[in-house]
């Protein structure tokens, strides 16, 4: 999986036509998001599409064309999409009330990681990512990451340099009715294995 400053990073599997409400996608992305709640960009470098996802059935997900004004198009396999933030899925999730609105609420709860182990001088990056919750934070990282937060989700990158060593990995989720999740993992590192 590929990482971009607005998320997860896929590419579709097979081209599309302009009216198709089915895409194909590679893989990781299908778990990180939920139907109604998510939008993606498709973008082939030239133009670029949004989709609202409207329901995830493994790595295949429906969609409703041409978001944010946009416009829908024929997109050729390897086309890039991404996950975003809009201001639009931000206002649909006000308008939706969640807890202000029911009087209840689903606790956050724990949805998943990938924490690989990081090579010295390799590019890394992990994900860990929450449902139902209303905040995200990044309690403790190794010093050569960064990290970003999307909706629900923890996305980190770097590069170990010579010396790093293993450091723990602290994050945090908040929901409502003060419900709390904090995942603690640890990034180990090995040596770059030359070829001889």
């Known amino acids: 999986m590929f990482i971009g400053l607005d998320g997860a990073v896929e590419s579709l599997t097979n081209s599309i036509s302009a009216t198709e409400t089915e895409i194909p996608v590679s893989g990781s992305i299908a778990t990180l998001i939920g139907a109604n709640t998510s939008k993606l960009r498709i973008s082939d470098g030239v133009y670029t599409e949004y989709v609202k996802v409207a329901g995830v059935s493994g790595t295949k997900l429906t969609v409703l064309r041409g978001q944010d004004g946009s416009t829908a198009r024929a997109w050729a396999t390897g086309a890039c ?50 449902a139902n919750s209303t905040a995200v934070s990044v309690e ?57």
């Open 140 to 196: 403790a990282k190794p010093s050569w990451a960064s990290a970003v937060i999307n909706t629900g989700v923890a996305i980190l990158t770097g590069t170990p340099p010579v010396g790093a060593v293993t450091e723990p990995l602290i994050v945090k989720a908040n929901g409502c009715n003060a419900s709390v999740v904090v995942v603690h993992d640890s990034v180990s590192i090995c040596e770059q294995v030359s070829a001889t």
């Open 81 to 130: 999409v991404s996950y975003v933030m809009t201001t639009s899925i931000v206002c649909e999730l006000i308008a939706q009330g969640g807890c202000a609105a029911t009087g209840t609420c689903a606790a956050v709860t724990y949805g998943t990681k990938s924490v690989p182990q990081a090579v010295i001088g390799k590019p890394w990056s992990a994900v860990v990512a929450f």
